[in-house]
């Protein structure tokens, strides 16, 4: 059965797409932390992180750079954070988080944004992408 990640891949789950290439592709999650809270992702479907491709692997972090500098300057964040947790999908998935304050970080306050914030966070993020 293929994961949520891979059906938001194959465009069969909506998803408020930030970036994409042959190997990753990025999204805002639907219960961010904070506004403007990405995802990262390989496009194949690798449980753990330390299972992932070494191509996909680095493009994974090549464009994580590229994009944490859009989340930032999108939502004026002192920091954009990083994680690695693995246990709500099984797919290997990078968060990308702005934080203004260690305690941004807590992920027991994520919760889903309105349609409207989702939207112009994206607009946002991928106009400083360009």
């Not at 990640?5 to 904070?34: C, G, H, M």
């Not at 990405?38 to 090549?62: F, G, R, S």
């Amino acid at each position: 059965m293929s994961s949520v990640f891979t059906k938001i891949i194959n465009n069969e789950l909506p998803a408020y797409r930030i970036f994409e290439n042959d190997k990753v592709i990025s999204f805002l999650t639907i219960e961010p932390i904070q506004l403007g809270h990405c995802l990262v992702i390989p496009k194949t479907e690798v449980d753990h992180w330390m299972d992932t491709d070494d191509q996909e692997y680095v493009e994974v972090y090549k464009q994580a750079k590229v994009i944490a500098r859009a989340i930032q300057q999108a939502t004026g964040s002192a920091r954009v954070a990083q994680a690695v947790v693995g246990l709500e999908v099984p797919h290997f998935h990078l968060h990308l988080i702005p934080m203004w304050d260690p305690s941004d970080l807590d992920f027991k306050k994520a919760k889903p944004s309105s349609e409207e914030d989702m939207k112009i966070i994206q607009e946002k993020i991928i106009n400083y992408l360009n």
